[in-house]
């Protein structure tokens, strides 16, 4: 209320003395009590209007960013000011007295043409500056009714306030300055303390976005990184974020190429946006727009100079001003979180690093097994694709001067279609031709790419390639390649991270060669094994058979010289007759079993020459088409040179019957039987296949046809005694066990070759006979079967042996008789006179016929060796026996007489001599 002049003016003036000495006294109590801004601010206005007596006062500060004036107090009954109200920087009275840095005074604001007060009945306004420190930090307003004027007292009271209210607007700043550095300083602390060196970098990052959040007042807040190995836009860390902006993040990431975070890139200081709605610089933004704001801040994240992530901070309910302390502050904590992401960066190039050496070594591992060479690539490939982030990896190894694909993941198949390169051709042939790594940034445009190639590499979105050689001992034994779909390429750790699994994989070439060679080596000593394993069976049956044989035909021998004899002393008696030759024909069915038996023991008597495989092949062949139907062709394909062996003719003609009748069953629709001749050589190779088998040159008989074939293991017995796969009374089952027996025993080898619907294919190998060797005739045909000779007879069997002498001594010759090997000895060294002859079984207990014949010889040189293939007729044995003592008389002769001749030459030598 106003200070009436009816206790006088002497009184009033006193008064007016005694409050204004009170008053600012009070104000400094106050002042020295409070640092609030608003609660000093508000004291002094009430000071003031109190003690002027105005109808209202206000108190205002001066923003020192916009120069603007912010009331921060109002008093008086009826102050048409509010508080927080803003006046225009130089606006108003007050706005000339900040400007002209001393009092205004206005008696009528309506005449005055710079109005800040127009409501109420307040014409009159005195203006005040706030100075402290010769720094103007706001100013004080007092309005009157119209027609107040101001004189100097009241001037220099509100000045004097005024200088109060300065200091404490001062104190209260330097205090709130104190107190927001502190609040930073703590701030940063935090930030600090959350981006310590033992808090995993990711957590670091998402304490310090709350952090920050929370120091400048914002609602919500997120950091986002810039990956520029995957260009893309990660988002690390969130507070507060809005439920629609979550969803849009989780859709899928930006690429870095964006226009928006191109830009945001490339700021040089934090973007502001106090209206951030209309704010033009945000338009592009594909996530902020999600959500409703206010005022946005984004604050790059600088990492050695290059921005690499940004702080993305928004009000959603006020709008927000960007004062320079907080932005100073929010400064700092980017560099706090610029250490965060290049320990962030670090770690992750340490966990790539590790991820590397984990592949490493898991390349390294699956290297230590021995696996196919295709599988070890497929594997490092794939290691090395998971690795790099990589959809397409490529192995193509060196075959001569072609490059074929071995080894393959992802899309590397579709991005590789020409199974074989040439060297030098398109990107790995020249890779391969240079050893050099190559990379391609631009793939679809490089003109050495094929077109069939770019086609798909455009269609599949590949965007860069990487080729790396893969060298052993120098030279380029391979390529791998790499096709990337990211537009960044390639880098240079790429590049060495692809030469250390191709490192990996010339190791694993290097051990699939090694272990091609044991897998072979042992192939071979497993195939030697079971092929021996399978000669020692064959030879155990074989000794059965052949000693089965023996003791048969010994019966056999004994049953038909028996029936020939008996034959001769029934005479024509018919009823008699039909018995004698029903027991005649069972023995040579008999017979012609025992031979087969005999002949695969290996324990038949041969008779060898020296043949032309040829001309045996042609003689049979009329013979050979009979056995056929009509509807099998047989085809024979004689050898361009002479092919000659030292066999059996007979036994050999035996084996191409045979295995011409097998294929003929194994072919009941018909076909074709091809036999083929021709000369070769067995190496070291080819005989370590089969234990039989000795390195030299061979003739080789070729039986082929396009039967019903065999599985691998009716093929491991078909040689077997008495296996058959025909039906009940359609074979013997000895068939090929004789071919098997007279092939060995001829000094060769049979193998077999055959599938299920592909037809059988045998092989024999006979030796060549090299040198120059005359034909044999057949036989030496005698007509003389009587005999004066002495003749020594060893037959364990008494029925044969009693059988045998009958007929010699019939003959006129004269017998001695041996049960055994040991007799016979002890016979020819006591027996006085000469023995011509000896007569022997071959398989006797205790000694062979043979060892017999080399323990007898040096005594008897003159005595001639008959071996008798059993069974036989009578006539047979005399036959035999008088054919054998010719030979050997001629040979005598012929040796006297060249002895002769020997002796006559060196005695006229002699003389001549003399």
Not at 791 to 811: I, K, P, Y
Request: hydrophobic residues 40%; contains cysteine.
């Amino acid at each position: 209320m106003f200070l009436r002049w009816i206790r006088g003016p002497e009184r009033a003036t006193e008064l007016r003395r005694r409050r204004t000495a009170e008053s600012p006294l009070d104000l400094g109590r106050v002042i020295s009590r409070s640092l609030d801004p608003q609660k000093v601010a508000q004291k002094i206005g009430d000071s003031v209007w109190r003690l002027l007596g105005s109808e209202a006062a206000a108190v205002y500060r001066l923003e020192e960013e916009t120069g603007d004036l912010i009331a921060l107090a109002v008093s008086g009954p009826r102050t048409p000011v509010i508080r927080g109200s803003r006046v225009r920087r130089g606006m108003g009275t007050i706005g000339r007295a900040v400007r002209d840095r001393g009092p205004i005074v206005s008696a009528d604001l309506l005449a005055d043409p710079q109005v800040i007060l127009s409501s109420g009945t307040h014409r009159a306004v005195l203006a005040v500056p706030l100075i402290a420190n010769e720094r103007i930090v706001g100013a004080l307003a007092v309005s009157q009714r119209q027609g107040w004027q101001f004189d100097d007292e009241q001037i220099r009271v509100a000045q004097l306030f005024a200088d109060q209210a300065a200091l404490a607007l001062d104190h209260a700043r330097l205090y709130e300055e104190t107190r927001g550095r502190l609040h930073d300083a703590e701030t940063l602390l935090a930030v600090s303390q959350a981006a310590g060196p033992t808090v995993e970098p990711r957590d670091a990052l998402r304490r310090i976005t709350r952090l920050l959040v929370q120091a400048i007042g914002a609602d919500c807040g997120g950091l986002l990184y810039f990956d520029v190995l995957e260009d893309r836009v990660v988002p690390l860390a969130g507070y507060r974020v809005p439920r629609d902006l979550k969803r849009l993040i989780a859709a899928g990431p930006v690429s870095l190429q964006h226009p928006f975070f191109d830009r945001i890139r490339r700021l040089e200081a934090p973007l502001c946006a106090s209206e951030s709605q209309g704010d033009a610089r945000l338009q592009e933004d594909p996530w902020t727009r999600s959500f409703a704001h206010r005022s946005l801040l984004i604050l790059p994240v600088r990492v050695k100079d290059e921005v690499r992530a940004a702080f993305t901070i928004a009000w959603t309910k006020d709008a927000h001003s960007f004062p320079d302390e907080e932005l100073r502050l929010v400064e700092a904590i980017a560099n706090q979180a610029a250490l965060g992401i290049e320990n962030l960066e670090l770690l992750e190039g340490l966990r790539s690093r590790q991820r590397s050496l984990e592949a490493m070594l898991e390349a390294v591992h699956q290297l230590s097994s021995l696996q196919p060479l295709e599988t070890v690539l497929h594997r490092i490939a794939e290691a090395c694709g998971h690795l790099l982030g990589a959809s397409s990896i490529g192995f193509r190894i060196v075959e001569g001067d072609e490059l074929v694909v071995a080894g393959t993941f992802g899309d590397a198949k579709a991005l590789m279609p020409t199974d074989r390169l040439k060297i030098g051709e398109s990107l790995s042939g020249r890779i391969a031709a240079s050893g050099e790594p190559l990379v391609v940034p631009d793939l679809a445009g490089d003109p050495r790419l094929f077109d069939s190639h770019r086609e798909r590499v455009r269609r599949l979105g590949y965007q860069a390639f990487l080729g790396v050689p893969v060298k052993i001992g120098g030279r380029a034994a391979g390529v791998l390649t790499v096709h990337t779909q990211k537009k960044r390429g390639f880098s240079d750790e790429d590049v060495a991270i692809v030469s250390a699994f191709a490192a990996q994989a010339a190791t694993a070439m290097e051990n699939a060669r090694l272990y091609e060679e044991l897998r072979r080596a042992y192939e071979q000593v497993s195939l030697t094994q079971e092929r021996l394993a399978q000669a020692q069976k064959m030879e155990a049956i074989g000794q059965l058979a052949g000693g089965v044989a023996h003791d048969f035909n010994n019966l056999l021998t004994v049953i038909t010289g028996r029936a020939v004899l008996l034959r001769d002393e029934i005479g024509d008696n018919p009823r008699l007759g039909r018995h004698v030759k029903l027991i005649e024909r069972t023995a040579g069915r008999a017979e012609n079993l025992t031979r087969q038996l005999l002949a695969f023991g290996r324990k038949q008597i041969l008779q060898p020459k020296v043949l032309d495989l040829n001309a045996v092949v042609g003689g049979v062949g009329t013979m050979l088409r009979r056995l056929i139907s009509e509807d099998i062709d047989l085809l024979t394909k004689p050898g361009a040179t002479r092919p000659a062996v030292k066999a059996d003719p007979g036994q050999l003609e035996q084996v191409l019957m045979n295995l011409v009748v097998n294929a003929r069953d194994a072919m009941p629709n018909g076909g074709r039987v091809t036999i083929e001749t021709a000369n070769v050589v067995v190496d070291a190779a080819r005989a370590a296949q089969n234990a039989e088998a000795k390195v030299g040159p061979y003739v080789e008989l070729t039986v082929s046809d396009t039967g019903c074939g065999m599985d691998a293991v009716t093929c491991a017995k078909i040689f077997e005694p008495f296996f058959t796969t025909k039906e009940p009374g359609k074979g013997t089952g000895l068939g090929l066990a004789t071919v098997y027996g007279i092939v060995t025993q001829s000094g060769g080898h049979i193998t077999v070759a055959s599938e299920p619907g592909r037809g059988t294919t045998f092989k024999i190998y006979l030796p060549a006979v090299v040198d120059s060797v005359s034909v044999e005739d057949d036989a030496l045909a005698s007509a003389l079967r009587r005999g004066s000779e002495t003749v020594l007879l060893v037959e364990d069997e008494e029925e044969l042996r009693e059988l045998v002498a009958e007929t010699l001594e019939a003959s006129g010759y004269t017998l001695l008789k041996a049960t055994d090997c040991q007799e016979a000895v002890r016979i020819a060294a006591e027996h006085a006179g000469p023995i011509d002859l000896l007569l022997t079984d071959v398989i006797m207990p205790h000694m062979s016929g043979r060892d017999l014949a080399e323990r007898i010889q040096p005594r008897r040189p003159t005595m001639a060796v008959a071996f008798l293939q059993k069974p036989f007729a009578p006539s047979t044995v005399s036959h035999k026996v008088r054919e054998v003592l010719d030979q050997h008389h001629s040979l005598d002769v012929s040796s006297r007489a060249r002895s002769a001749e020997w002796a006559a030459s060196r005695n006229h030598g002699g003389s001549s001599g003399r």
